[in-house]
């Protein structure tokens, strides 16, 4: 009986120190991971020189642009100064009316002569809103100043249906002048450019909003800030899509504002910054706010030299044998 109970001792003993041991076990282990864990979890600090990197990226590298395409040439000799997805053909939206309106204007007609707005022009812009009552007679003069300012569909539509030969004669010569302004990619499929089939890179825009440029008339309408006209019996005032042009630290020669579904919004516009004459292409913008703040962005990168220093062009300098077309990012 004695060697039962001293048998029973011995083996409660020993259970009892593998107990202590399994847990001794499981405690430094315990330890050991999480010292593992820390170890992993802990930062890492950054060389001066990743630090010094990131300083130059900020201080001379390009704005942060929200556009999906863009480009912004220095005309005065060309220079591409930012660029992104340049020579990718998208919707344009309404740009195309800087387009509508230079085919009319090189065709010399008479921007004295009344026109009608008509069922035909209403019809391409059903569901969209637009102050031209069928019926109402403007002249061409007023109704290209309304499209190419408050970017009026009934108005332009109007424009080319009224071209010699009508709207298929129109896009005729709206797809020639395109090819003889060197817009590789464009296509137009109407003159307002609610048809999606209307598209353009953003290297194609800069040679129309070039062109553009060089004619009074679109300089003068495009960066108007209000237009009044008679419909009916009453005066109606239209205001300019691009709130740019009543912004006075803003030197706009020609401006162009679009938006729909499949184009996004957009902004095309000649400006002088620096007293240089800056060409600046934003397509599919998100948000109602975002083409302008790309704008202010680029205007301010160009304004503080931040453009041309010295370590943006080391930077940017390509490898030997390297042909650079423009500044990607």
Request: glycine residues 6%; contains cysteine; positive net charge.
């Amino acid at each position: 009986m004695r060697s039962i109970k001293q048998g029973l001792t011995v083996l409660t003993l020993t259970l009892s120190g593998l107990f202590m041991m399994s847990f001794a076990v499981q405690a430094a282990t315990s330890q050991s991971a999480a010292g593992t864990k820390k170890a992993v979890a802990a930062p890492v600090a950054k060389s001066p020189a990743k630090k010094a990197r990131k300083a130059t990226k900020r201080a001379y590298g390009n704005p942060e642009v929200k556009s999906s395409a863009l480009l912004v040439v220095n005309e005065d000799d060309s220079s591409v100064l930012l660029s992104k997805n340049a020579d990718v053909p998208v919707p344009i939206a309404s740009i195309t009316k800087l387009m509508t309106a230079l085919v009319v204007l090189e065709a010399k007609q008479s921007l004295d002569e009344d026109l009608t707005v008509t069922k035909d022009d209403r019809s391409i812009d059903r569901g969209a809103a637009s102050r031209l009552a069928i019926g109402t007679t403007l002249s061409r003069g007023d109704l290209m100043h309304l499209a190419l300012m408050a970017s009026e569909n009934r108005a332009a539509h109007a424009l080319g249906r009224n071209y010699p030969g009508g709207i298929d004669a129109f896009l005729v010569a709206m797809n020639a002048k395109a090819r003889a302004l060197g817009m590789t990619q464009a296509h137009f499929a109407d003159p307002t450019g609610l048809s999606s089939e209307n598209v353009a890179s953003p290297a194609d825009l800069s040679r129309l909003v070039i062109a553009a440029s060089r004619n009074a008339t679109i300089r003068s309408y495009s960066t108007d800030d209000e237009h009044a006209v008679s419909v009916g019996k009453y005066k109606v005032a239209f205001r300019n899509t691009n709130n740019l042009v009543r912004n006075k630290d803003w030197d706009i020669v020609v401006s162009k504002t679009g938006y729909t579904e499949a184009a996004g919004r957009c902004l095309v516009m000649k400006t002088l910054v620096n007293d240089r004459p800056v060409v600046i292409v934003l397509l599919n913008s998100f948000g109602k706010y975002t083409r302008v703040a790309d704008a202010a962005r680029i205007r301010r990168w160009i304004e503080t030299g931040r453009h041309q220093s010295p370590v943006r062009a080391a930077m940017l300098t390509p490898p030997a044998n390297t042909v650079l077309r423009s500044t990607e990012f």
